[in-house]
């Protein structure tokens, strides 16, 4: 695949960056020249083949990253792939800490996304765990089996939409935030949304 230009509606989100403003710079050069698209997604510069998204480049306060979307499909010979919390199941990232890092990663970047690029064409996906595999909070459940249409609602919502609720509610380690949480997020599953919708 040939270098593809920069798009410049992304341009302010490697501008607007302070800690990590050089590295995250190169980060864009090397992605550009293995030829994907750049495109705007979810605020921070996405790179997509034939429309699918590969990697992703963010920020945190402690590194700089690109996010492989399969990650967990990549073969990762050098074990240097991170997945971010233990409930991310596709998504992996190769982190930096200095523009040295990004420099001496470039073979290995380019060699990751090529491989990206490849299970994208053959198509592969990622197996996911069904929401009925993910723990599924005492207060949640109590509200479903009281209310059909809420547990109606719940079960219309996308699996990703249904993991979403249950990560968040399941996290609170005190029964009384799990049930606040619980509460507040009722109106939003009845009408077919999403946590963050």
Not at 60 to 81: H, I, N, P, R, S
Not at 94 to 105: D, G, P, Y
Not at 170 to 196: E, F, M
Request: overall charge positive; aromatic content about 10%.
């Amino acid at each position: 695949m040939s270098k593809q230009a920069a798009n410049t509606k992304v341009d302010f989100y490697f501008e607007k960056e302070k800690t990590w403003k050089e590295e995250i710079k190169k980060l864009r050069t090397i992605v550009l020249e293995c030829g994907l698209a750049e495109q705007l997604k979810w605020g921070c510069p996405c790179y997509t083949f034939e429309e699918s998204n590969i990697v992703l480049i963010h920020t945190f306060k402690e590194y700089c990253a690109v996010l492989f979307f399969k990650g967990a499909l990549l073969k990762d010979a050098e074990g240097v792939l991170v997945q971010q919390t233990k409930n991310v199941q596709s998504a992996r990232q190769l982190r930096f800490t200095s523009a040295r890092e990004v420099t001496n990663a470039k073979a290995l970047l380019k060699k990751y996304v090529k491989e990206a690029v490849e299970v994208e064409k053959a198509g592969l996906k990622v197996s996911f765990k069904k929401p009925e595999q993910f723990v599924m909070a005492e207060e949640f459940q109590e509200r479903l089996g009281e209310s059909p249409a809420l547990k109606k609602a719940f079960e219309g919502l996308t699996p990703g939409r249904q993991r979403g609720y249950l990560l968040y509610f399941s996290s609170a380690k005190q029964s009384k935030t799990r049930h606040d949480r619980v509460k507040k997020y009722i109106p939003k599953i009845l009408k077919g949304k999403g946590l963050d919708d």
